[in-house]
T-cell receptor, first 114, second 110 residues
C-alpha cells in the first residue's frame, strides 16, 4: 500500500459528460502528480502541483483541469469526454517538489467512456 | 522533442538468468533517472534512482547503470525469478516533471 488513495476505482460514463477524479496523497507529501495511461500511449504526465500551486504541465488537454486544495488532496476534472479519454488515470505524490525523489503511485481510476 | 525509448518487445528469459532492459533518451539531459515496476492494472512502484554523476547503483538483485554520453540506462535483474515478471518503466528526469518510457514487459519462466 503506497498510502496514496484514488477514488473512484472504476467509472463508466458517456461521451460529452464530465467526471472528477480524486486523489489523497501520502500523509506529509506536498506534491501531487497526475498521469494518464492508455494501451498505446504508455504513462503520460499531465500535471504536477506542489503545496497548492501548479509546478509543471505536460500534455494535458484544455478539456482537463486539476487543482490541489489546502488539505493537499487533488482533483482532476475531465469534461466533454471523448471515447479516446478512456484510460487509467494515476495520481502520485512525493514529499518535495519532485526534483530527485521517488513517486508513490495510487492504484488508479479506470475511466471508460462509452 | 524529448523522447524516451524502451524495448517495445517483451523480454522472455529463463529463471535464474540475468535480465537486461534498455532505456534510451534523446533531446534532454536528465539530472537523474528512475526505474519503476508496474504489474497489470496496478500503479508503478519505485525501484531505483541513479544520479548523473553515478555510473552504477545496486539494490539486492537489481543493478542500474547510467551513461550520460550514450544517453542510456541499463537495468539488470540477476538470478531472475518468475515473481520478477512485470513491466519495467524508466523515467529520466530534469526539472519538476517526471516522464516515463512506455516500458518493457519481462516474463521469467520456470
Amino acid at each position: 500500500d503506497s498510502g496514496v488513495t484514488q477514488t473512484p476505482k472504476h467509472l463508466i460514463t458517456a461521451t460529452g459528460q464530465r467526471v472528477t477524479l480524486r486523489c489523497s496523497p501520502r500523509s506529509g507529501d506536498l506534491s501531487v502528480y497526475w498521469y494518464q495511461q492508455s494501451l498505446d500511449q504508455g504513462l503520460q504526465f499531465l500535471i504536477q502541483y506542489y503545496n497548492g500551486e501548479e509546478r509543471a504541465k505536460g500534455n494535458i488537454l484544455e478539456r482537463f483541469s486539476a487543482q490541489q486544495f489546502p488539505d493537499l488532496h487533488s482533483e482532476l476534472n475531465l469534461s466533454s469526454l471523448e471515447l479516446g479519454d478512456s484510460a487509467l488515470y494515476f495520481c502520485a505524490s512525493s514529499p518535495g517538489q519532485g526534483r530527485a525523489g521517488e513517486l508513490f503511485f495510487g492504484e488508479g481510476s479506470r475511466l471508460t467512456v462509452l | 522533442s524529448q523522447k524516451i525509448e524502451q524495448n517495445s518487445e517483451a523480454l522472455n528469459i529463463q529463471e535464474g538468468k540475468t535480465a537486461t532492459l534498455t532505456c534510451n533518451y534523446t533531446n534532454y539531459s536528465p539530472a537523474y533517472l528512475q526505474w519503476y515496476r508496474q504489474d497489470p492494472g496496478r500503479g508503478p512502484v519505485f525501484l531505483l534512482l541513479i544520479r548523473e554523476n553515478e555510473k552504477e547503483k545496486r539494490k539486492e538483485r537489481l543493478k542500474v547503470t547510467f551513461d550520460t554520453t550514450l544517453k542510456q540506462s541499463l537495468f539488470h535483474i540477476t538470478a531472475s525469478q518468475p515473481a520478477d515478471s512485470a513491466t519495467y518503466l524508466c523515467a529520466p528526469a530534469s526539472g519538476y516533471a517526471l516522464n516515463f518510457g512506455k516500458g518493457t514487459s519481462l516474463l521469467v519462466t520456470p
